[in-house]
């Protein structure tokens, strides 16, 4: 499994950004799979922010919740974060992740649920 993210970069307080993965290589149906957003700022853990499941039921992190919107587009293998109001706190490398989908209705953000991951793509917010 493959998983490439795209659409990070430099953006200013306030603005916003849609960061794109696309993934091929999969076992079973793209459809089949949850998802999820990570991010990862130096010297801290790496945080699940956003994930949705086989029946695009979403789970965010309190951090994030009213200001980024997850979305998985099955034709195109690909899932979406929508970034708006972004905060220099949201400066990270953002990872994308998938996983075969224990449950339809909710997805856990915890990295040791998900196997497949992305090399992640930059997001600083000046």
Excluded at 30 to 35: L, R
């Amino acid at each position: 499994v493959q998983l490439v993210e795209s659409g990070g970069g430099l953006v200013q307080p306030g603005g916003s950004l849609r960061l794109s993965c696309v993934g091929s290589g999969f076992r079973y149906a793209f459809s089949s799979y949850c998802m999820a957003w990570f991010r990862q700022s130096p010297g801290q853990e790496r945080e699940g922010i956003a994930g949705i499941t086989m029946n695009n039921a979403t789970t965010y992190a309190e951090s994030v919740k009213g200001r980024f919107t997850i979305s998985k587009d099955n034709v195109k293998n690909t899932v979406y974060l929508q970034m708006n109001n972004v905060q220099p706190e949201d400066t990270a490398m953002y990872y994308c992740a998938a996983t075969m989908c224990v449950s339809a209705d909710h997805v856990p953000l915890s990295q040791n649920s998900f196997h497949y991951w992305g090399q992640g793509t930059q997001v600083t917010v000046s």
